[in-house]
């Protein structure tokens, strides 16, 4: 019984709505794809945000302050990180996904 307890408190789950504390870490597939190696950038975020809405967001770019948007197709939670997805098509047909890490994160919704 343990383990099954164990088990379904690190599974991840879907959210409409979480609390960030305001930062995180955003990696945009097209940046992995490029260079896998690359580090995932800082940014600054809404205290709360809910799944189809678009966001704003800053980060620090070549030295300047970066303002920019973020269509949120989904959010999912697993212990006290989320991961909050902008998934798109691509002319080819083709899905990228990408993605902002929140911690700590707590689902509202």
């Not at 190696?37 to 799944?51: A, D, E, F, H, M």
């Not at 047909?93 to 994160?105: E, F, Q, T, V």
Request: a neutral charge.
């Amino acid at each position: 019984m343990y383990v099954a307890l164990m088990a379904s408190a690190s599974a991840q789950e879907a959210a409409e709505q979480v609390q960030t504390s305001g930062s995180a870490e955003l990696r945009r597939a097209s940046e992995v794809m490029i260079a896998p190696t690359r580090q995932n950038i800082s940014i600054r975020l809404p205290g709360t945000v809910r799944k189809g809405e678009i966001i704003s967001i800053q980060y620090e770019g070549s030295g300047n302050s970066v303002a920019d948007s973020f269509m949120v197709t989904g959010i999912t939670i697993k212990d006290d990180t989320c991961s909050i997805e902008n998934k798109r098509n691509t002319l080819t047909g083709s899905a990228l996904s990408d993605m902002i890490y929140a911690r700590p994160c707590t689902k509202l919704k």
